[in-house]
């Protein structure tokens, strides 16, 4: 791929020049994406000046391609008054989800000069809760009246085409904007052989939608279960608010497979890139966990410790302390990964909860079992007797069993209580299981070698 920054002395030399044929042919002759790219390394001012040379359609995808960054720093510099157009035109959710990174002080100059119909929308958007189906949703979408005739209805969606977001789906709906059904786009070009056909006899009435409060994880999996491209939102009497597109789930399903992905690792969710956040910050949410995690390894010290007696006088018990408590720590891990992975894709539910112990205490015990064998073999050769060296396997077949037990009903818990099981951190997960392999061991290692 050539390097973006080599065509950085063309634009600017076009921009020196004013060659209004030159950049209007940069603007139109790439993807908007690719346009996006090559116009990184200018400066807002000198973005902005390019962007003038793209009708509005194409400016605002270009707009909306550039890096956040980018588009913040245009919003912050460029004249008020301009910008406020820019926002006027741009998708709902967008224009949304971006005054949100501005500067307030910028926000409050920028508002009273947005269009009034687009200053109401971006107040009702923005009312509704981070992370929920109202925060993601467009209010942009296809309607239609159901006893409109399919030639009519034709005209009227070619009318409100140039304003939408999207036309895969368009929804059918009451004087009180109640949703009462939807048609495809196809559908309708499929009966404009019939044009007196009313749309009320082509509408499908049994449609799949989200509440505005529902999380926005949710509304990600039931439009991955549906397989669809976009689906309606609605309130608790019915009415249609808006809808989220296929690009929208997208954007949700990577930031919460990013945020999940942090919280396994214990670590606190990132709000920008890992380059983009300050290292304090950075130090801030790795150290809050990992004091955490600090706190919880001293309560295994303390748990060897009160087993010290018992070390000094059978010294080879301290070989296999890290062998017990990282195969433990290992199997809660594995567990608590595929619990909450199958959380969140659907494939499990609270409700299957004693399916999931059944299936992890059988798995523990095969697992110890077969882990178990092996520890027998490896302690014999430092035990005493082969009867001492009983106490290692016994170990490790209890300490799977718990691993399996504890990773699997944790995440199962968290998410009972409301809060997101991916904090189940498998960090945490080892730490809790290594403290009660120590005391399983030292128990059993007491009960084999001293059982009077």
């Known amino acids: 791929?050539?390097?973006?920054?080599?065509?950085?002395?063309?634009?600017?030399?076009?921009?020196?020049?004013?060659?209004?044929?030159?950049?209007?042919?940069?603007?139109?002759?790439?993807?908007?994406?690719?346009?996006?790219?090559?116009?990184?390394?200018?400066?807002?001012?000198?973005?902005?000046?390019?962007?003038?040379?793209?009708?509005?359609?194409?400016?605002?995808?270009?707009?909306?391609?550039?890096?956040?960054?980018?588009?913040?720093?245009?919003?912050?510099?460029?004249?008020?008054?301009?910008?406020?157009?820019?926002?006027?035109?741009?998708?709902?959710?967008?224009?949304?989800?971006?005054?949100?990174?501005?500067?307030?002080?910028?926000?409050?100059?920028?508002?009273?000069?947005?269009?009034?119909?687009?200053?109401?929308?971006?107040?009702?958007?923005?009312?509704?809760?981070?992370?929920?189906?109202?925060?993601?949703?467009?209010?942009?979408?296809?309607?239609?009246?159901?006893?409109?005739?399919?030639?009519?209805?034709?005209?009227?969606?070619?009318?409100?085409?140039?304003?939408?977001?999207?036309?895969?789906?368009?929804?059918?709906?009451?004087?009180?904007?109640?949703?009462?059904?939807?048609?495809?786009?196809?559908?309708?070009?499929?009966?404009?052989?019939?044009?007196?056909?009313?749309?009320?006899?082509?509408?499908?009435?049994?449609?799949v939608t989200v509440d505005v409060k529902d999380d926005q994880e949710d509304v990600a999996q039931k439009v991955a279960r549906y397989d669809l491209l976009a689906i309606p939102v609605v309130d608790d009497e019915h009415h249609m608010l808006g809808i989220i597109t296929h690009d929208d789930i997208i954007d949700v399903v990577r930031e919460e497979a990013a945020e999940d992905a942090y919280r396994i690792a214990a670590v606190e969710p990132l709000d920008e890139g890992y380059l983009k956040t300050r290292l304090f910050t950075l130090t801030w949410k790795r150290g809050i966990w990992l004091t955490i995690l600090f706190l919880g390894a001293m309560l295994t010290a303390l748990a060897l410790d009160e087993y010290q007696a018992v070390i000094k006088s059978i010294p080879w018990l301290v070989l296999f302390i890290p062998l017990v408590i990282s195969t433990g720590g290992n199997t809660g891990n594995q567990s608590a990964t595929l619990i909450i992975t199958a959380l969140s894709t659907g494939n499990i539910t609270l409700g299957d909860w004693w399916r999931v112990v059944q299936r992890e205490l059988i798995m523990g015990l095969l697992l110890g079992g077969f882990l178990g064998i092996i520890g027998y073999l490896c302690a014999a050769l430092a035990a005493p007797s082969l009867l001492a060296a009983a106490g290692g396997p016994i170990t490790l077949g209890l300490g799977v069993v718990c691993g399996t037990l504890l990773g699997s009903l944790l995440p199962l818990l968290f998410s009972r209580l409301g809060l997101d099981p991916a904090m189940m951190s498998n960090p945490f997960v080892a730490g809790l299981i290594d403290l009660i392999g120590i005391i399983i061991y030292m128990k059993v290692a007491i009960a084999v070698l001293h059982p009077g």
């Not at 990174?101 to 981070?130: F, G, H, K, N, T």
């Open 1 to 207: 791929m050539i390097p973006n920054t080599l065509y950085l002395p063309e634009l600017r030399e076009m921009l020196a020049e004013q060659d209004e044929s030159g950049l209007r042919e940069f603007c139109t002759a790439l993807h908007p994406a690719r346009t996006a790219e090559f116009m990184e390394g200018l400066t807002a001012e000198e973005a902005w000046t390019v962007l003038q040379y793209a009708e509005v359609p194409l400016r605002v995808e270009i707009f909306g391609f550039s890096e956040e960054e980018k588009q913040v720093e245009i919003v912050e510099t460029i004249d008020r008054a301009e910008i406020a157009r820019l926002i006027g035109d741009l998708p709902p959710d967008d224009r949304v989800d971006l005054l949100a990174e501005v500067d307030p002080q910028v926000v409050e100059e920028l508002m009273p000069l947005v269009p009034a119909e687009e200053r109401r929308d971006i107040q009702r958007l923005s009312a509704y809760p981070e992370d929920t189906a109202g925060a993601v949703m467009t209010t942009e979408f296809a309607r239609l009246s159901e006893d409109l005739p399919v030639g009519r209805a034709v005209e009227e969606i070619g009318r409100q085409a140039e304003e939408l977001e999207t036309v895969y789906y368009l929804y059918i709906v009451d004087d009180e904007d109640h949703l009462r059904g939807l048609v495809s786009f196809r559908q309708l070009v499929s009966a404009m052989g019939k044009p007196d056909t009313v749309i009320g006899d082509l509408m499908e009435r049994d449609i």
